[in-house]
């Protein structure tokens, strides 16, 4: 099995702790955050960052739909790590600073593909789709945030 790999980034005009902050608020800002491919989000320990358990159903394309029980971890400063219990996945959110008053934002999923004929396919558009449904929610995340910062 290869391993597949979707990274998307965005600049927000807004600080680095405010975008971790909404981004780690599992209880209460990410289900705001995500786009309609995403449903049946539910907390089911945790809530904000480290220890955080989350479940949704993903659904990548018209017939591609994957139920994730997310693990969440926050390795570093800036970072926070969910871990499918449900399959390989594994999605990687770092925010950091990006001069004054604005930060990076970038979020990487990597797992193990298919083999064969289906993972040239996987490989090939996996990736760009994933990584559509990742810009959405840094779009969302950053009118959020920014809007945040504008009242400030």
Request: proline share 3%.
């Amino acid at each position: 099995m290869a391993q597949v790999e979707a990274t998307t980034e965005r600049i927000i005009a807004a600080d680095a702790d405010t975008v971790f902050d909404t981004l780690a608020d599992y209880e209460n800002s990410r289900a705001k955050l995500l786009p309609p491919q995403f449903s049946e989000y539910e907390v089911r320990e945790g809530g904000d960052g480290e220890g955080t358990l989350v479940h949704w159903r993903l659904q990548a394309t018209s017939k591609r739909v994957r139920d994730c029980l997310l693990e969440v971890t926050e390795p570093t400063n800036g970072q926070l790590v969910e871990k499918d219990r449900n399959s390989t996945m594994v999605t990687t959110w770092t925010v950091t600073p990006a001069g004054e008053g604005s930060c990076r934002a970038v979020v990487t999923s990597v797992w193990k593909g298919a083999t064969g004929i289906g993972g040239f396919f996987e490989r090939t558009f996996a990736p760009k789709g994933l990584a559509r449904i990742h810009d959405l929610v840094l779009e969302n995340l950053a009118t959020e945030t920014e809007q945040k910062a504008d009242q400030r």
